[in-house]
C-alpha cells in the first residue's frame, strides 16, 4: 500500500520548507563568522533542541521501536548513560570549548601535538560524517520510496537537495532554527503515533505492561559479566563512550556551543539535549513493545516477514488515517534531515585552507570556501546514498574503515586536556596503538566477513562484544600515551 495523495502533500510541504528556509537567512550571512557561529546569540533551549534533533535519526526513529519489537529494552541503557556523559559535557567540555572561541573543535589539537594531530581529527571527522549521512540518507530511503510510491534514486536525490539547500543558503543559524522545527515535529510525530497505538491495543497500556513484562519484552538485558555480549554493563560503557565522543569532539556539537549566547546557556542545551532525549526514547521503545501487543493479538494484519525497523512503516501505512499518516512520515524524514554540512565545511574552511592554503584569505573568498564546500558534501554524501543501492558491500567497507580511524579522536582529546605531560612522540604513539586495537576487535567481528572476504581465525579473534571496541580503543590510547608520555619529557609544552 502507498500514501494517499494528502499524506504525500503533507510530507512534500515538509521537505519543500525546509529545503527553503535558509532564504530567511541568506541576508544575515555574509561573513564568514555568521555563516559558521550564527552571531553567537542563539538561546540555550534553541540549541538544545537542535542539539536533541542530532541525536534521533530517522535510524533512531525506526531501529529503536524495531529494537523492541524484535527482542526488549537491552538499548535502553544507552539513554541512561547520557546524563552522566551530559554532566561531564557540561563541567569541563563547554567551558574548554567556550574558552577557546575557536569554532574549530580541533584547532587547539595542534597547539597540544602539532599539525598532524588537528589534520587526523578533520579528516575523521569528514570521512565518519560523510559515511553516516549517506547511510542515513540511504535507510530513510527505502521505507520512504515505497511509502511515496517512487523509485529509490529519486527519493535520494529530493532528500540530498533538502539537506544540502537551507545549510547552503543560511549556514549555521537556519541549521540551528531549522533544527528546532525538526525537533518539534518529531517529537509530535512519535507522540501521535504513540496515542494511536496505545487505542489500537485491546487492554490498553495496562495491558502491554502486563503481557509484554510475562514475556521478558520490558528487560534492560543480563547483568552477567560478561564482555563478548551486549549486557546491562555493556551497553552502559558503549554509551558513556559514545556520548563523550559526541559532547567533546564531534564538530556539529562543538560548533553549537559556540553559537550559545553565554557558558550558562551552551551547558543548559547540553541537559536539554540529554533530559530530553530519555522520556522520548523510552516513548519509542515503548512504541515498539505496543507493536509486538497490537500484532501479537492481530497476527493476520503482519505480512511474513516484515519485522524490526520495518515495523513502524507498515503499521503507519495499513493502520493510521489520512492526514495523520503524512504527519508521522514527515517526523521520521524531520529526523533524518538534520544537516551537518555546515560543520564539515567550517573544518574545511578552517582546519585546512585557512591552515594549509589561504591563512590570510578575505571574506568573499572565506565565504565561497564555506558554500562550495556545503554544497560539495551535500552531493558526495548523495552520492554515497545512490551507491549504496549497488554496491552496499563497499560502501560498508568505507563506514568500518572511517569507524576504525575515528576510534582515536576521543582518545587523543582526553590526552591533551587530562595529561599535560604527554607530548606529541606519545600522542602519535599511543594514537597509533588505539588504532590497531581498534582495527583487530572491529576485523575481527563475525560481520567483518563479509567485508574482508575471509574469516578471521578463531584463536586470535576479539573477545569484546563490538559495543565495546570504541571503549577498548580510548583506553588503549589513554594508557599507552600516559605511559610513553612517563618515560619521555613531551617535546612541546601545551
Same mark, same amino acid.
Given at each position: 500500500?502507498?500514501?494517499?495523495?494528502?499524506?504525500?502533500?503533507?510530507?512534500?510541504?515538509?521537505?519543500?520548507?525546509?529545503?527553503?528556509?535558509?532564504?530567511?537567512?541568506?541576508?544575515?550571512?555574509?561573513?564568514?563568522?555568521?555563516?559558521?557561529?550564527?552571531?553567537?546569540?542563539? #538561546?540555550?533551549?534553541?540549541?538544545?533542541?537542535?542539539?536533541?534533533?542530532?541525536?534521533?535519526?530517522?535510524?533512531?526513529?525506526?531501529?529503536?521501536?524495531?529494537?523492541?519489537?524484535?527482542?526488549?529494552?537491552?538499548?535502553?541503557?544507552?539513554?541512561?548513560?547520557?546524563?552522566?556523559?551530559? &554532566?561531564?559535557?557540561?563541567? %569541563?567540555?563547554?567551558?574548554?570549548?567556550?574558552?577557546?572561541?575557536?569554532?574549530?573543535?580541533?584547532?587547539?589539537?595542534?597547539?597540544?601535538?602539532?599539525?598532524?594531530?588537528?589534520?587526523?581529527?578533520?579528516?575523521?571527522?569528514?570521512?565518519?560524517?560523510?559515511?553516516?549521512?549517506?547511510?542515513?540518507?540511504?535507510?530513510?530511503?527505502?521505507?520512504?520510496?515505497?511509502?511515496?510510491?517512487?523509485?529509490?534514486?529519486?527519493?535520494?536525490?529530493?532528500?540530498?537537495?533538502?539537506?544540502? !539547500?537551507?545549510?547552503?543558503?543560511?549556514?549555521? =543559524?537556519?541549521?540551528?532554527?531549522? +533544527?528546532?522545527?525538526?525537533? /518539534?515535529?518529531?517529537?509530535?510525530?512519535?507522540?501521535?503515533?504513540?496515542?494511536?497505538?496505545?487505542?489500537?491495543?485491546?487492554?490498553?497500556?495496562?495491558?502491554?505492561?502486563?503481557?509484554? !513484562?510475562?514475556?521478558?519484552?520490558?528487560?534492560?538485558?543480563?547483568?552477567? *559479566?560478561?564482555? $563478548?555480549?551486549?549486557?546491562?554493563?555493556?551497553?552502559?560503557?558503549?554509551?558513556?563512550?559514545?556520548?563523550?565522543?559526541?559532547?567533546?569532539?564531534?564538530?556539529?556539537?562543538?560548533?553549537?556551543? /559556540?553559537?550559545?549566547?553565554?557558558?550558562?546557556?551552551?551547558?543548559?542545551?547540553?541537559?536539554? !539535549?540529554?533530559?530530553?532525549?530519555? #522520556?522520548?526514547?523510552?516513548?519509542?521503545?515503548?512504541?515498539?513493545? $505496543?507493536?509486538?501487543?497490537?500484532?501479537?493479538?492481530?497476527?493476520?494484519?503482519?505480512?511474513?516477514?516484515?519485522?524490526?525497523?520495518?515495523?513502524?512503516?507498515? %503499521?503507519?501505512?495499513?493502520?493510521?488515517?489520512?492526514?495523520?499518516?503524512?504527519?508521522?512520515?514527515?517526523?521520521?524524514?524531520?529526523?533524518?534531515?538534520?544537516?551537518?554540512?555546515?560543520?564539515?565545511?567550517?573544518?574545511?574552511?578552517?582546519? /585546512?585552507?585557512?591552515?594549509?592554503?589561504? #591563512? $590570510?584569505?578575505? =571574506?568573499?573568498?572565506?565565504?565561497?570556501?564555506?558554500?562550495?564546500?556545503?554544497? *560539495?558534501?551535500?552531493?558526495?554524501?548523495?552520492?554515497?546514498?545512490?551507491?549504496?543501492?549497488?554496491?552496499?558491500?563497499?560502501?560498508?567497507? &568505507? &563506514?568500518?574503515? $572511517? +569507524?576504525?580511524?575515528?576510534?582515536?579522536?576521543?582518545?587523543?582529546?582526553?590526552?591533551?586536556?587530562?595529561?599535560?605531560?604527554?607530548?606529541?612522540?606519545?600522542?602519535?604513539?599511543?594514537?597509533?596503538?588505539?588504532?590497531?586495537?581498534?582495527?583487530?576487535?572491529?576485523?575481527?567481528?563475525?560481520?567483518? =566477513?563479509?567485508?574482508?572476504?575471509?574469516?578471521? #581465525? =578463531?584463536?586470535?579473534?576479539?573477545?569484546?562484544?563490538?559495543?565495546?571496541? @570504541?571503549?577498548?580503543?580510548?583506553?588503549?590510547?589513554?594508557? *599507552?600515551?600516559?605511559?610513553? @608520555?612517563?618515560?619521555?619529557?613531551?617535546?612541546?609544552?601545551?
Amino acid at each position: 500500500m502507498r500514501l494517499s495523495p494528502v499524506d504525500i502533500a503533507i510530507v512534500g510541504a515538509y521537505l519543500a520548507g525546509t529545503a527553503l528556509f535558509g532564504l530567511w537567512f541568506l541576508w544575515r550571512t555574509r561573513s564568514a563568522e555568521r555563516f559558521m557561529a550564527a552571531g553567537r546569540a542563539i #538561546p540555550g533551549w534553541a540549541v538544545g533542541l537542535t542539539m536533541f534533533g542530532s541525536y534521533v535519526s530517522s535510524i533512531s526513529f525506526l531501529a529503536l521501536p524495531g529494537k523492541a519489537f524484535d527482542s526488549n529494552w537491552s538499548f535502553f541503557v544507552f539513554s541512561l548513560s547520557l546524563p552522566p556523559a551530559a &554532566w561531564i559535557a557540561a563541567r %569541563f567540555f563547554v567551558p574548554f570549548y567556550r574558552a577557546s572561541g575557536e569554532v574549530s573543535a580541533y584547532h587547539h589539537l595542534e597547539r597540544r601535538f602539532g599539525p598532524w594531530a588537528r589534520t587526523y581529527a578533520v579528516v575523521c571527522y569528514l570521512l565518519t560524517m560523510l559515511a553516516r549521512t549517506g547511510s542515513v540518507m540511504y535507510l530513510l530511503t527505502l521505507p520512504l520510496a515505497g511509502l511515496l510510491g517512487w523509485d529509490i534514486p529519486t527519493v535520494i536525490l529530493l532528500l540530498g537537495i533538502v539537506m544540502t !539547500a537551507y545549510p547552503l543558503l543560511g549556514g549555521t =543559524e537556519a541549521v540551528v532554527w531549522a +533544527g528546532v522545527g525538526q525537533t /518539534i515535529l518529531l517529537i509530535a510525530g512519535a507522540l501521535v503515533c504513540f496515542v494511536w497505538l496505545m487505542l489500537g491495543v485491546p487492554g490498553g497500556p495496562g495491558q502491554i505492561v502486563t503481557v509484554a !513484562a510475562r514475556e521478558g519484552k520490558l528487560s534492560l538485558g543480563s547483568l552477567s *559479566a560478561s564482555l $563478548a555480549m551486549p549486557t546491562v554493563w555493556v551497553v552502559f560503557l558503549y554509551g558513556i563512550a559514545e556520548n563523550l565522543r559526541n559532547f567533546g569532539i564531534t564538530q556539529n556539537y562543538v560548533q553549537l556551543y /559556540i553559537t550559545a549566547k553565554s557558558d550558562r546557556a551552551a551547558a543548559r542545551s547540553v541537559w536539554t !539535549a540529554a533530559l530530553l532525549y530519555l #522520556p522520548i526514547s523510552a516513548v519509542f521503545f515503548f512504541m515498539g513493545t $505496543a507493536l509486538w501487543a497490537f500484532y501479537a493479538a492481530r497476527p493476520g494484519l503482519l505480512p511474513a516477514g516484515v519485522g524490526g525497523d520495518k515495523v513502524l512503516p507498515h %503499521f503507519i501505512n495499513t493502520q493510521l488515517p489520512v492526514g495523520v499518516a503524512g504527519l508521522v512520515i514527515a517526523a521520521i524524514c524531520a529526523a533524518a534531515t538534520d544537516s551537518n554540512f555546515h560543520s564539515m565545511a567550517t573544518l574545511v574552511h578552517c582546519d /585546512i585552507y585557512r591552515r594549509y592554503v589561504r #591563512p $590570510a584569505a578575505s =571574506e568573499r573568498e572565506a565565504m565561497w570556501v564555506l558554500r562550495l564546500s556545503t554544497l *560539495a558534501f551535500g552531493i558526495a554524501s548523495t552520492a554515497i546514498a545512490l551507491a549504496m543501492v549497488r554496491v552496499k558491500t563497499v560502501i560498508d567497507a &568505507w &563506514w568500518t574503515l $572511517a +569507524g576504525i580511524f575515528s576510534g582515536g579522536m576521543l582518545g587523543l582529546f582526553l590526552l591533551g586536556i587530562a595529561f599535560r605531560r604527554v607530548g606529541n612522540r606519545a600522542a602519535l604513539l599511543g594514537v597509533g596503538a588505539g588504532v590497531l586495537v581498534i582495527s583487530w576487535t572491529t576485523l575481527s567481528l563475525p560481520e567483518a =566477513e563479509s567485508i574482508l572476504g575471509w574469516r578471521w #581465525p =578463531e584463536a586470535t579473534r576479539s573477545p569484546l562484544n563490538g559495543l565495546l571496541i @570504541g571503549v577498548a580503543g580510548t583506553l588503549c590510547i589513554l594508557v *599507552a600515551g600516559l605511559l610513553l @608520555g612517563l618515560v619521555a619529557r613531551p617535546r612541546q609544552a601545551a
